[in-house]
């Protein structure tokens, strides 16, 4: 098999989950650390540059379908922009070690929430 299809089938497989809105993004970088072996700071650069493009994609057929607010893109835009920029600045000063487990901990109760949300909408 060659080298490069694993990575082809797990970044289209999480390029599929994402475009559904599952979190293709974090499920990328967990199939990039755990069965690529890519350390963590290099799996979320590449999520990063990997979701540019998804996000670029999407775009369109949002704004198509109505799922876009322009008054709420336009107000939170620029405010993400700089935040972004400033956490990109400040977690090159900080040890990651650090961020592992609070980080572990947020995806766990983000999963539970999710699957106990969706219980409580289809009684």
Request: hydrophobic share 50%; net charge positive; glycine share 12%.
């Amino acid at each position: 098999m060659k080298e490069w299809f694993l990575p082809f089938l797990l970044g289209a497989a999480t390029g599929v989950l994402s475009a559904w809105g599952v979190g293709g993004g974090t499920l990328l970088l967990l199939c990039m650390t755990l069965f690529l072996g890519v350390d963590q700071v290099e799996a979320q650069g590449i999520n990063l540059l990997y979701f540019l493009p998804a996000a670029a994609v999407s775009l369109p057929y949002h704004r198509k379908n109505g799922y876009l607010d322009t008054n709420v893109l336009r107000s939170a835009a620029p405010l993400g922009t700089v935040c972004a920029l400033a956490a990109a600045m400040i977690s090159t000063s900080v040890d990651i070690t650090i961020f592992r487990k609070p980080f572990g901990l947020f995806l766990l109760y983000a999963g539970v929430s999710m699957l106990l949300g969706q219980r409580k909408k289809g009684e």
